[in-house]
C-alpha cells in the first residue's frame, strides 16, 4: 500500500478519536483543543495524499474511491457533532449528508459500469469549505468577526455543496443512463 492511501486511511482511524474528544470532556478542559488538532491533522492528510499521489503518479482506484469517502466520513462525523451539540440545525445537515449519498450513489453505479469517478473541483472547494468551516465551529472563538466568518462558511459549505450536486450530476448523468441499458 502506497503512502497516499496509508494517510487516507489514518484519516479514517483519526475520526472516532475526534468525536471522542468533541463529545466528550475525556480530555478536560482541552477536549476541544485535541479535537481542534485531530481534525486538522485529518483534514492535512487530506491534502497531502492527493499531492503525494499526483506528484509521483501514485494515483489508484483504491484512493480515487476512498479518499473522498474518507473526506466524508471526516465532515459528515463532525456535522452530526455540531447537531449533537446544537451548533447547527438538523436540516442543513441533513442537506449536506444527502449530497454525499447521492454521489456515493452514483460512484457505485459508475463502479459498476467499470467507471471511476474522481473527485471534481467543485467537490474539492466543497470539501475545503467545509473542513474550514469545522475547524472554526470547534475552536468556537467568541469574537464578532469569527463568528460572522462562521456563519459565512456555514452558507458557502451549504451553497457548494448544492453547487457540487448539480456538478456532479450534470457530468455524470450517463453513468446511470448506462446503468438502465
Not at 473526506?71 to 454525499?100: T, Y
Not at 465551529?137 to 463568528?147: K, Q, V
Request: glycine share 4%; net charge neutral.
Amino acid at each position: 500500500m502506497n503512502t497516499p492511501n496509508k494517510l487516507t486511511i489514518l484519516r479514517v482511524i483519526l475520526i472516532p478519536f475526534f468525536v471522542l474528544f468533541l463529545l466528550t470532556d475525556l480530555g478536560g478542559e482541552y477536549s476541544n483543543y485535541i479535537a481542534l488538532a485531530i481534525f486538522a491533522a485529518a483534514s492535512l492528510t487530506d491534502l497531502l495524499d492527493g499531492k503525494i499521489a499526483r506528484k509521483y503518479h501514485l494515483v489508484t482506484n483504491f484512493g480515487k474511491f476512498m479518499d473522498p469517502l474518507a473526506d466524508k466520513l471526516l465532515v459528515c462525523s463532525a456535522l452530526i457533532c455540531f447537531v449533537e451539540m446544537g451548533v447547527l440545525p438538523a436540516w442543513m445537515v441533513i442537506v449536506i449528508i444527502s449530497r454525499e449519498f447521492i454521489i456515493s450513489g452514483f460512484r457505485l453505479v459508475a463502479s459498476d459500469n467499470g467507471v471511476v469517478i474522481a473527485a471534481s473541483y467543485w467537490g474539492k472547494f466543497k470539501t475545503v469549505s467545509q473542513m474550514a468551516m469545522t475547524l472554526l465551529l470547534i475552536a468556537d472563538i467568541p469574537y464578532r468577526p469569527f463568528e460572522i466568518l462562521e456563519q459565512v462558511l456555514i452558507w458557502l459549505a451549504l451553497a457548494l455543496t448544492v453547487i457540487s450536486l448539480i456538478d456532479y450530476m450534470r457530468k455524470n448523468i450517463d453513468v446511470l443512463k448506462e446503468g438502465n441499458r
